[in-house]
């Protein structure tokens, strides 16, 4: 049982930074990673970037650079800074928690982006 709840989307200038916040609470859990995703219309849901948690982090080579993504506890964050209008999409937190049958994927609903020019 876990449930994500993200906050942080919103409305921005090319140029300009956000910062994506994913709450991932529930009945004791471990967490293998959390990832960012993100789907722009007309696209295909991309994979952001990951962390493990032995500390691996992973980006999409349109972001590297630019997005950082980090973990304080049961919360995930994806600092976005010099955003394009590229980056526009709806942004999806996910998590990969527990271990043999009790292992379970988890998304939340996802917060919009939108970068203006």
């Known amino acids: 049982q876990v449930q994500l709840v993200e906050s942080g989307g919103g409305l921005v200038q090319a140029g300009g930074s956000l910062r994506l916040s994913c709450a991932a609470s529930?009945?004791?859990?471990?967490?293998?990673?959390m990832a960012w995703y993100r789907q722009a219309r007309g696209q295909q849901r991309e994979l952001v970037a990951s962390?493990?948690?032995?500390?691996n982090r992973n980006y999409a080579d349109s972001v590297k650079g630019r997005f950082t993504i980090s973990r304080a506890g049961k919360t995930v964050y994806l600092q976005m800074n010099s955003l394009k209008p590229e980056d526009t999409a709806v942004y999806y937190c996910?998590?990969?928690?527990?271990?043999?049958?009790?292992?379970?994927?988890?998304w939340g609903q996802g917060t919009q982006v939108t970068v203006s020019s």
């Open positions: 996910n998590t990969d928690t527990g271990t043999g049958p009790r292992r379970v994927v988890s």
């Open positions: 962390l493990t948690s032995d500390g």
């Open positions: 529930g009945s004791g859990f471990s967490i293998n990673t």
